[in-house]
């Protein structure tokens, strides 16, 4: 069983930067972000391995940047340049032992 904790949603203006943050109650190899706007499916915002390895969705290369302290379970989506088409709720997500696990998610959004 793995828990997942988020924090760092909020309102912000296009333009803008937030940082989101998963804490995970152990270690895990993989972590990852997605996200999900209304009226739309869950799509895959960018993930890490435990070496640091990323990967981007096309829409967000460039802009966002996740990073993670494998002394602290966690990992963080540094997102910068938001847009009003980032807005969604934010997912955290780890594949382990052969099970998915979610965090509660974390809104975002981006308006002026």
């Known amino acids: 069983q793995v828990q997942l904790v988020e924090s760092g949603g909020g309102l912000v203006q296009p333009g803008g930067s937030l940082r989101l943050s998963c804490t995970a109650s152990?270690?895990?190899?993989?972590m990852g972000w997605y996200r999900q706007a209304p009226g739309k499916q869950r799509e895959l915002v960018a993930t890490?391995?435990?070496?640091?390895?990323?990967n981007y969705a096309d829409s967000v290369k460039g802009r966002f940047t996740i990073s993670r302290d494998n002394a602290k379970n966690t990992a963080y989506l540094h997102m910068n340049s938001l847009k009003p088409e980032d807005t969604a709720v934010y997912y955290c997500?780890?594949?382990?032992?052969?099970?998915?696990?979610w965090g509660q998610g974390t809104q975002v959004t981006v308006s002026s």
């Open positions: 152990r270690s895990i190899a993989s």
């Open positions: 890490i391995t435990g070496r640091g390895g990323t």
């Open positions: 997500h780890v594949f382990t032992s052969g099970v998915a696990y």
